[in-house]
């Protein structure tokens, strides 16, 4: 029975998945409907947060990709990430093929980059 459960799942996965992209997320966060821009701050966050994890858990600021490091201040709302995000897409029209994770990392990145030394809180 596991053996007919694993198959049956292993199915249910597809082939191919491709990545969501800046543009796509631009797309999403661009319209008005409250199950939109819900799903538009909850991806946002999300990607924030494991970004975070991620470039903490191999070593903070001397990770390889410390050029993507942010440290958001304790106070910010969840719209402030979403515009700034936009706008990073917006005045970057390259960064809209690639993978969104990857757009709002730079996007935070430049918008709250780490202080020199500074630990994120």
């Known amino acids: 029975m596991l053996r007919v459960l ?13 990545a969501f992209t800046g543009i796509q ?3 999403l966060c661009t319209k008005t409907d409250v ?3 819900s799903a538009c701050a909850a ?5 924030a947060d494991g970004i975070f994890n991620t470039i903490d858990a191999i070593g903070g600021t001397t990770g390889p990709h410390v050029s993507q490091y942010f440290c958001l201040p ?3 709302r969840s719209q402030q990430l979403t515009d700034v995000v ?4 917006s005045d970057n029209p390259q960064v809209s093929s ?6 709002i990392s730079l996007g935070l990145g430049k918008a709250f980059p780490c202080a020199s030394g500074q630990q994120p809180d």
């Open 6 to 18: 694993i198959c049956v799942s292993a199915l249910a996965v597809p082939f191919s998945a491709a």
């Open 43 to 47: 991806y946002i966050e999300g990607a």
């Open 35 to 37: 199950a939109s821009r």
């Open 98 to 103: 690639y993978n969104a994770s990857t757009a």
């Open 25 to 27: 997320l631009n797309q």
């Open 74 to 76: 304790p106070n910010v």
């Open 86 to 89: 936009r706008k990073y897409i």
